[in-house]
């Protein structure tokens, strides 16, 4: 065996873990964001006659620019600290 084939399976092995990590915390927060979503729609729906609340176009774009936002602070998260200049 040479040295490439005895190091792979542990780089496998943490970027297994680090997918299934970030899995359970991307289910998680969108169960939590669905759940409070629909229990504030029907909350409003429930004052309003039954009709659930009319989302924007701008709000949804919004969102997504955070989403964004909060993915890269992420990814920013894998990089190695810059060195500092003395």
């Known amino acids: 065996m040479t040295d490439n084939e005895q190091q792979e399976p542990t780089q496998i092995d943490w970027r297994v873990r680090a997918y299934l990590m970030w899995t359970a915390i991307g289910t998680t927060f969108g169960v939590l964001a669905g ?6 729609a029907k909350e409003h729906a429930d ?7 009319k989302v924007n176009t701008m709000e949804i774009m919004g969102l997504v620019l955070a989403l964004l936002a909060a993915v890269r602070q992420i990814a920013e998260l894998g990089k190695p600290d810059k060195p500092r200049n003395k």
């Open 35 to 40: 759940y409070f979503y629909t229990r504030a």
């Open 47 to 53: 004052r309003n006659d039954g009709n659930p609340p």
